[in-house]
């Protein structure tokens, strides 16, 4: 079993698509008018993970997954995802306004995939952990507003790896995926690190950097602790290749 990493997919499809049949595929929200990096992304994507990911292999999957604003809107993306091999394991990200009730989502998703709310997913002796994670105290953008939603995703992070606590002695290794970058853009120590310290994790996966933005990244070492971003650009839209386990 292969372990690949992605996020920041951004899908926005008004119908299901035919792998055979891009040219009728059809965003309402396409990416490249964003940016022209973006475009053609979802077949980038696709053509991507069926070359390099196997039907055994785990695919983490750190948020923005949808533009959709309902969960029903998100029937088309979950349908592309239904299609790709591996089996998805994944975080809300900013932009998934879709994520409201996890009971739900977890409800009318594919087979494929898995959503990680104050819990876990084993992947044989593997824990993967997590949740969205927020803006930091300290940065540029952080304000009163961010303080509720900061703590709250503070005790969703510790909720996520209390859940192993009993199969601590049984794991081989835990590792973390978060949306946001757990510092603020001056990589300040944050309430996340520190709870990511007190757990003793040593692997972290996030996204949401994009562009110039990926300038802002943490280093791959610091605290001790493996930082990896997985934006879909930053990757040139290649899952990224974790290990075997």
Known sequence: MKIFTISDLHLSFSYPVDPNNWQDAVEYKPMSEVDETWFGHARRIYDNWINNVSED?????????????????????????SKLPGHIVAVQGNHDYWWQSISRVR?????????IQNDHVMVDSIAICGTRGWVCPGGKFFSE?????????????ENSLN????????????????????TNEKH????????????????????HLH?????????????????ILTSADYLGFKPLYLGNF
Not at 107 to 115: E, H
Request: glycine share 4%; aromatic share 14%; hydrophobic share 40%.
């Open 145 to 157: 507003h961010d303080s509720k939603i900061y703590r709250r995703e503070l005790i969703r992070l």
């Open 57 to 81: 292999d785990i695919v983490l999957l750190a948020g923005d997954i949808s533009w959709a604003m309902k969960l029903e809107e998100t029937y088309p993306d979950f349908d592309y995802l």
């Open 211 to 227: 562009a110039k933005a990926c300038n802002y990244r943490l280093p791959d070492w610091a605290w001790g602790m493996n930082f």
């Open 107 to 115: 409800q009318v998703a594919p087979p494929n995939m898995s959503f």
């Open 163 to 182: 859940s192993i606590s009993k199969k601590r002695d049984s794991l081989k290794d835990v590792i973390v995926m978060m949306h946001y970058m757990p």
């Open 188 to 207: 300040e120590y944050s309430g996340f690190i520190d709870v990511l310290k007190k757990f003793g994790v040593k692997k972290i996966i996030y996204g």
